[in-house]
T-cell receptor, first 110, second 114 residues
């Protein structure tokens, strides 16, 4: 089983819609979680860290469910500029590095 | 905002040739990573440095790939000889500490092997 799994999509949503992505991780000892955004042929950029209590940054909300071992990203009022691939990243306790999911492709349609 | 510098941005090389990529992390970041990303997939770790020491190179194809960070600052990743399957984006990233801090990526080097 992969360390981190994401639905690759694509998710095609109209402007203004709310969309949510989930990401599951396999190791219960995982301790740090992040969402990255990656535009086509560009480098990944940190969107937000995910905290145990959940956190919000404008239209974006991230949540962690340790019992079910998944993190989620909710985007409200989708903009055309939100079109990108969203990568889930997990750090496992005792590991030295971060594990990336394959990404979920989002396209916001006018 | 401080950035991770990478060069070149693009590289086209013929198979069996040697190719090298360079990375300068954000100042003060002790941890440096080299990732490879194939189109449609997530980044995969090739090698991780803590200062000048390699802490993880388990996924680095050591018969053809090598990486160094001699002074614990900038780093070079080399492929010799290049193969067609090496065509990918090579991403360098740095972080303040291992695992718990988010990564900051450079622009990447897009390698095409013909």
């Amino acid at each position: 089983r992969k360390e981190v799994e994401q639905d690759p999509g694509p998710f095609n949503v109209p402007e203004g819609a709310t969309v949510a992505f989930n990401c599951t991780y396999s190791n219960s000892a995982s301790q740090s979680f992040f969402w990255y955004r990656q535009d086509c042929r560009k480098e990944p950029k940190l969107l937000m860290s995910v905290y145990s209590s959940g956190n919000e940054d404008g239209r974006f909300t991230a949540q962690l469910n340790r019992a079910s071992q998944y993190i989620s990203l909710l985007i409200r009022d989708s903009k055309l500029s939100d079109s990108a691939t969203y990568l889930c990243v997990v750090n496992r306790y005792g590991a030295n590095n971060l594990f990336f999911g394959t990404g979920t492709r989002l396209t916001v349609i006018p | 905002e401080a950035e991770v510098a990478q060069s070149p941005r693009y590289k086209i090389t013929e198979k069996s040739q040697a190719v090298a990529f360079w990375c300068d992390p954000i100042s003060g970041h002790a941890t440096l990573y080299w990732y490879r990303q194939i189109l449609g997939q997530g980044p995969e770790l090739l090698v991780q440095f803590q200062d000048e020491s390699v802490v993880d190179d388990s996924q680095l194809p050591k018969d053809r790939f090598s990486a160094e960070r001699l002074k614990g600052v900038d780093s070079t990743l080399k492929i010799q000889p290049a193969e067609l399957g090496d065509s990918a984006m090579y991403l360098c990233a740095s972080s303040q500490d291992r695992g718990n801090s988010p990564l900051h990526f450079g622009n990447g080097t897009r390698l095409t092997v013909t």
